[in-house]
């Protein structure tokens, strides 16, 4: 008879803890958010944005030996961010469920070099676009490859899920067996150094920085007029009006005062070799 009683004894004395812990849980929480937010405010708690990014997108979203998230975007979204008094904080999110996580409430907000493109604006609500970019191919110095179309029917590594995989899905159909899709760039980049690829696509700045800083693999890029211009934009929920609006106001004021500016020749440099630059055949 004890012995019988003892399971819902215990479930019943879960479920008389459990609610505590929640209550525990939930006033821990804003106590931790009312304590960042006490330098500016003390009467309610400043809510705290959970930004969402996929840190392995250098120079615009990484983690440093510190493991610190940094990079262009995230510059771009605190500065932004404080200019409209919000109070953000960056959660490193792989790109794989990113946009999954902003549909579910896990995030906020995203910044991870994210092209806006009608498909995702069917789920989601995007800034003003804060950066220009378009598609690049990585390639090894000695490579034949000159354009767009030589990858017809060459193995070329994508990040799974970015613009650079429906571009070259586009060009090779999509039940081609030569795209290799990785879950980060860096991996695919990875994997042409190792030589299971001949090449691989992705944004223009991700590219450049990478054949810049990894100069003893002996890459080099190879641009194509065929690649569409793209822009990125900061993504929230559908729907959530406020915070996009707020979002806008900051990265208007980051324009007009000049720390945009600032930011971009932190991690991009004079707009020479800056991979948003237009291409130069058009300026001579
Ligand atoms: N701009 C591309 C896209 O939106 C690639 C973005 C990948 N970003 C990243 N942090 N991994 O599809």
Redesign the pocket.
């Known amino acids: 008879m004890t012995a019988l009683a003892q399971p819902f004894l215990r479930r019943a004395a879960l479920c008389a803890v459990l609610p505590c812990m929640l209550i525990a849980c939930g006033k821990q929480d804003s106590g931790a958010a009312s304590t960042a937010a006490s330098s500016t405010t003390a009467t309610s708690p400043a809510k705290i944005y959970v930004v969402g ?5 250098a120079p ?2 990484s983690q440093n030996e510190k493991g610190e998230i940094v990079g262009f975007d995230i510059d771009v979204v605190k500065a932004a961010a404080a200019k409209a008094g919000l109070e953000v904080k960056f959660v490193n999110t792989p ?1 794989e469920g990113i946009f999954n996580a902003l549909k579910q409430g896990d995030r906020d907000l995203l910044v ?4 806006i493109t009608d498909e995702r604006k069917q789920s989601m609500d995007f800034s003003d676009p804060y950066f220009d ?1 378009h598609q690049l191919i990585a390639v090894k110095a000695d490579s034949k490859i000159a354009r767009f179309e030589d990858l017809k029917s060459l193995k070329v590594g994508v ?1 799974n ?4 995989d429906e571009t070259i899905t586009r060009l090779q159909g999509k039940n081609s067996q030569d795209i290799k899709r990785f879950e ?2 860096p991996l695919a980049l990875k994997e042409l150094e190792t030589g299971g690829i001949d090449a691989v696509v ?2 223009n700045g991700v590219v450049v920085n990478y054949v810049k800083n990894n100069a003893s693999n002996k890459f080099k890029t190879v641009n194509d007029p065929a690649f569409a211009p ?1 822009h ?1 934009g900061i993504a929230v929920k559908k729907g959530n009006a406020e915070l996009l609006a707020k979002l806008n106001q900051g990265l208007a004021a980051i324009k007009a005062d000049g720390t945009y500016d600032r930011i971009y020749a932190t991690y991009l440099g004079t707009p020479e070799v800056a991979p948003s630059a237009p291409a130069p055949a058009a300026s001579k």
């Open positions: 990014t996929d840190a392995a997108y615009f979203e790109w991870s070099s994210i092209t970019a990040q899920g970015t613009t650079g980060s760039t992705a944004d793209e990125y």
